[in-house]
């Protein structure tokens, strides 16, 4: 069943609206998974990834253990760079491999207060969906039934 009728489930609509997004559209597109340790720690499932995040590639070619800060997120190309995920070409050179970012685990996140107010608010969000608040009584909801 259809939940939002003013969104179209059009498979060329999804698909346009898709490549052609805006820059801050595509930041949230090119999320990625947290380790199973940050989303124990913060009650977040996923970011959107950034520059100096810590990530560890999940799945394809260069799936393993190593751990690889990221180096440059290409939003036009929903791609990110990875420190040592390179390869050579054929005249010697070699360059980075771009990995689209649900293909990748956050395992060390890059904070700052923005990101901190962002965890912060989806995790409260989370606990309130999951009712662990329930019952709980605080000085700002108990300020804002007398008002």
Known sequence: MKLNKHVSSDRSKSRKRHFSAPSHVRRRLMSAPLSKELRQKYGVRSMPIRKDDEVQVVRGHFKGQQVGKVVQ???SKFRI???RIQRE???GATVNVGIHPSKVAIV???MDKDRKAIIDRRAKGRAEALGKDKGKYT?????METS
């Open 73 to 75: 997120c290409y939003r």
């Open 81 to 83: 760079y990875i420190e």
């Open 89 to 91: 070409k054929a005249n």
């Open 108 to 110: 060390k996140l890059k």
């Open 139 to 143: 000085e700002e909801s108990a300020a």
